[in-house]
């Protein structure tokens, strides 16, 4: 994490993806300014590769979370990672998970998001209707 700026984490998506889920963290703990959005909206793989380089380059962040496993986000930050081996990419990203990211006391962002990844999935429930 760069001390300089706070930000520990990327969140990139489709669309509004990024902003809203920073949005409601930043309601929920206060804590927004740990993740910077990064909305890819009529950029190509390509770039979305090297706007995600360069807000980790900026920020020092260590993790990019996504919202698609297949998206064109994770697959520019998974060729990103060829040369950037210390960046954890996590997909799959949901509210829930960013929540426990920020409000972390792991030693390194790395065990943060590992966490978050496990508190996620237990945060995913589907309640009535028919059986």
Excluded: W
């Excluded at 949005?23 to 770039?47: F, H, N, W």
């Excluded at 380089?53 to 962040?61: F, I, K, V």
């Amino acid at each position: 994490m760069s001390e300089a700026s706070g930000v520990r984490a990327l969140v990139a998506g489709h669309g509004d993806f990024a902003a809203g889920l920073i949005s409601a963290v930043e309601a929920v703990t206060g804590l927004g300014e740990m993740l910077e959005p990064i909305q890819v909206k009529g950029l190509c793989g390509e770039d979305i590769q090297q706007l995600l380089r360069e807000r980790l380059q900026a920020t020092g962040a260590l993790v990019i979370f996504t919202d698609l496993q297949a998206g064109s986000c994770t697959m520019a930050a998974r060729r990103l990672l060829r040369d950037m081996p210390q960046v954890l990419l996590v997909s799959g990203t949901n509210l829930p998970m960013l929540l426990d990211f920020v409000m972390s006391s792991a030693p390194t962002p790395h065990d943060a998001a590992h966490a978050a990844v496990d508190r996620a999935r237990s945060a995913i429930a589907a309640y009535g209707g028919p059986a």
